[in-house]
């Protein structure tokens, strides 16, 4: 069984910052792709970032400059720090993460976390 586990949402002023992270536990033997993803109110998904297992990130072209992604792969672990947050940025954030199971195994599973809320007060 394999958990992720988003931690650090809240409720912050616009202007503030929050950092996001996202454990991963469980059986895994490795980890590839990490991602953040974020829904507001009455909007369809989003893709925030994403990240490698070799550090190379991408970033929803509206977020570059105040969001970064980041990892710790000894911890199985990823982090999103926000800054100069916005009223728009208030939605749920949510982690996902493609994970080898065992050793033996050729593919990844994809997996999900159960969201973190984030209100970002005008």
């Known amino acids: 069984q394999v958990q992720l586990v988003e931690s650090g949402g809240g409720l912050v002023q616009a202007g503030g910052s929050l950092r996001l992270s996202c454990a991963a536990s469980?059986?895994?033997?490795?980890?590839?792709?990490m991602g953040w993803f974020r829904q507001a109110p009455g909007k369809q998904r989003e893709l925030v970032a994403f990240?490698?297992?070799?550090?190379?990130?991408n970033y929803a072209d509206s977020l570059k400059g105040r969001f970064t992604i980041s990892r710790d792969n000894a911890k199985n672990t990823l982090y999103l720090q926000m800054n100069l947050l916005k009223p728009e940025d208030t939605a749920v954030y949510y982690c996902n993460a493609q994970i080898r199971r065992y050793s033996h195994s050729a593919y990844s599973d994809d997996y999900w976390g159960q969201g973190t809320q984030v209100t970002v007060s005008s």
């Open positions: 990240i490698t297992s070799g550090g190379s990130s």
């Open positions: 469980g059986s895994i033997f490795s980890i590839n792709t």
